[in-house]
T-cell receptor, first 117, second 114 residues
Framework: AQTVTQSQPEMSVQEAETVTLSCTYD???????LFWYKQPPSRQMILVIR??????QNATENRFSVNFQKAAKSFSLKISDSQLGDAAMYFC??????????????FGKGTRLHILP | DSGVTQTPKHLITATGQRVTLRCSPR?????VYWYQQSLDQGLQFLIQ???????AKGNILERFSAQQFPDLHSELNLSSLELGDSALYFC?????????????FGPGTRLTVL
């Protein structure tokens, strides 16, 4: 069974600085998707960024980028120029891309990110 | 705004009761997923429906059931409620074809069982 581990329950970063959130996962599959979701105090789950396992290039969305290390099964999220609105719980998530498998997402326990003004 | 709607936003009820949570997926999305988020269990997948048919089951209790209707909206029914069922219930939807994998989440329904 696949698992997703976020080893940092909480992190803090100064506004305008850069922070990296860690995520590791375990799977025997070769084809899958990885996601970072953000859950602000409103509790809405917001997709931040996604990565296809077959792509070597790291995904980037504005100030958010990932460092995807497939061999190491590592998928970290880097937030540049941190803003107060980035304060939230961040979830790393895994989804199989194998046809015929169910489509559920497996989430890590989350990392709560605090932005210090 | 993800385009997924959930009603009600909040629900307060008593143990032993039954409630129904409703979800409308994004326009064009055929798959609906239900997740439960509680403090001790984190985010847990409950069940998935695709175009009206159950596709996958996760950690869903027998007291819970769901269905997806012809207009693709979905309902999650929770019965014989217990204190431990208090949680945030999310619905997510996706187009669900071989090339599109992203699930978009609704705002959630917060259930409090007293």
């Amino acid at each position: 069974a696949q698992t997703v581990t976020q080893s940092q329950p909480e992190m803090s970063v100064q506004e305008a600085e850069t922070v990296t959130l860690s995520c590791t996962y375990d799977t025997s599959e070769s084809d899958y998707y990885l996601f970072w979701y953000k859950q602000p105090p409103s509790r809405q789950m917001i997709l931040v960024i996604r990565q296809e396992a077959y792509k070597q290039q790291n995904a980037t969305e504005n100030r958010f980028s990932v460092n995807f290390q497939k061999a190491a099964k590592s998928f970290s999220l880097k937030i540049s120029d941190s803003q107060l609105g980035d304060a939230a719980m961040y979830f790393c998530a895994y989804r199989s891309a194998v046809l015929g498998r169910d489509d559920k997402i497996i989430f890590g326990k989350g990392t709560r990110l605090h932005i210090l003004p | 705004d993800s385009g997924v709607t959930q009603t009600p936003k909040h629900l307060i009820t008593a143990t032993g009761q039954r409630v129904t949570l409703r979800c409308s997926p994004r326009s064009g999305d055929l798959s609906v997923y239900w997740y439960q988020q509680s403090l001790d269990q984190g985010l847990q997948f409950l069940i998935q429906y695709y175009n009206g048919e159950e596709r996958a089951k996760g950690n869903i209790l027998e007291r819970f059931s769901a269905q997806q209707f012809p207009d693709l909206h979905s309902e999650l029914n929770l019965s014989s409620l217990e204190l431990g069922d208090s949680a945030l219930y999310f619905c997510a939807s996706s187009v669900d074809d071989a090339y599109t994998d992203t699930q978009y989440f609704g705002p959630g329904t917060r259930l409090t069982v007293l």
